[in-house]
């Protein structure tokens, strides 16, 4: 919107000045400081860097044929060593509000769309999900909606673990150990144990360490009795993730597992031998990274030396699947941090491989999350906390602060809304912290009504509906009929706030990094809160009543739409 039209104002000047400088690189950001202007462009110092110009003389030039009437800056000044620094006109930002649809945001679809494939969450089967899971999920989740919204297409495949050595011992433990009530009752709870169980026998037993592997090579065999048990533990386990998604609000487009790819292994790897991509080392095939500096060290092994192929070679599989599958723009892996290197040989492998720079391959990864103690995050006992238990949680403490708010709701409502506040109290924690640093989990300040947090912003959201409700008039009439207009100092800081909304958006998805719309949204929240303070609404005179609710109304569906990128949801009442 705005933004869009300064930058490209500022592209068509600089076409004039230096017309070899690539236009996309002209970007402009909000400016650090209000005292210098609504938005800056530090480009020019880039672009004329490496073109050897002068930086703050370029910039004077292309002020210079920036137009003056009839744009939407009312100034743009030369600055330090060459930034530009831009003010929007009050009726620029007046328009922009009201000229355009509420629910996009100001957000206009990219012009051009790219498909982006989005891995992420991931669990391994047959093991409950713990709290850990969350932020794959979460993260994941909402840079997918983030793509979306911004116009792109986006597939998602939740790559969850369904293969591998684990399984010998779990089919051993499910053939001698199981009890039938307790897989009933919490099958992925059961199968962990039976898990444990083995695989604790097998350090002392010879014998259950040598059934483990018969069963596991029989089930790699395709043996009828054990691919129906691992079979019946992939179901099981999956009924279990969807409950936890379907309370999570996540959806996948695909779930294809690593089993799915199992058929490929073997001939992928001895194409790469024959192609001389990889090389046999003491037994195992290996990659090699002689040229790349940060790999030269870190040799992938996409055979093992007993034969098995392992994580990486089904990640090149899936990688050569997609890429078969989809016309992808650019892949898109959520994991924790451990998994860089991962990541690093997988790309390096596939670069090597294909010889070709498409799609983009990006690892997003996370830090882990600390208990109060600055610890990592456990149960009191120290056992890993499952994330069934932590929604569980969640919702139970929202339904007392819902009960102290609200007392006279109905049960079913105040259940409701304390899912709302619970669970999206969970996930704007995680989400607000820098994804590559830990960050400590606190109930008392992810619940908390002040400050940046989930409830605080829902019920800013909450608060406009209550306005709405005492109003008491048409809105959607209002909405037809009227216009904003931005008079008053409070009015204009909102405004001036709300139409920074995309560029939230796009530093956001620049960097995979949804802290950044999770702060504009808590700067909006705080700025409706001023015009609250400083400006009667309903008491202010017929006009200007108006206008203010309509301001006050298009930021709360800003409020509500940007906490929907975030994957959380609001009420009406809180
Ligand atoms: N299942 C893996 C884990 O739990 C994560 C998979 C991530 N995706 C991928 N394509 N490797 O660590």
Known sequence: MLFERIEEELREACAQVCPDWPPEELRIRKCPSPRFGDYQSNSIMALAKRSGGQARRIAGEIAERMPGA?????????????????????????????????????????????????????????????????????????????LRFAGHRVITDNHIGDWGTQFGKLIVGWKTDLEAAALEWDALGELERLYRQINQRCETEPDTLRRSREELVALQRGEAANRKIWRRMIELSRRQFDELYSRLGVTFDHTLGESFYNDRLQDLVEEMKSSGLAQESEGAVMVFFPEAEDLKGHPAMIRKSDGASNYMTTDLATLEYRCRQWPLDEIVYVTDGRQQLHFRQLFGVWRRWRQNEIPKLTHVWFGSIMGPDGKPFKTRSGGTIRLAELLNEAEERARKFVETKNPDLKDGQKRKIAAIVGIGAVKYADLLSNRQSDYVFDW??????????????????????????????????????????????????????????????????????????????????????????NCPILKAAAETRDSRLLLVDRAGTMIRQGLALLGIEVSDRM
């Open 70 to 146: 009839g744009s939407v800056c009312r100034s743009v000044e030369v600055a330090g060593p060459g930034f530009l620094n831009f003010r929007v006109r009050d009726q620029a930002v007046e328009d922009c509000l009201n000229e355009s649809d509420p629910e996009r945001c100001l957000v206009e679809p990219a012009s051009v769309p790219r498909t982006v494939l989005v891995d992420f969450s991931s669990p391994n089967v047959a093991k409950p999900m713990h709290v850990g899971h969350i932020r794959s999920t979460n993260l994941g989740d909402c840079l997918a909606r983030m």
């Open 444 to 533: 008392d300040t992810l619940l908390s009504l002040k400050g940046n947090t989930a409830p605080y912003l829902q019920y800013a959201y909450t608060r406009t509906c209550g306005i709405f409700r005492k109003y008491g008039g048409d809105l959607a009439h209002l909405r037809e009929t009227k216009r904003i207009r931005l008079e008053h100092g409070e009015e204009l800081d909102l405004a001036r706030q709300m139409i920074d909304f995309p560029l939230a958006l796009r530093a956001a998805l620049d960097e995979y990094r949804p802290n950044y719309l999770c702060s504009y949204l808590y700067d909006l929240a705080g700025r409706l809160a001023q015009l609250y303070e």
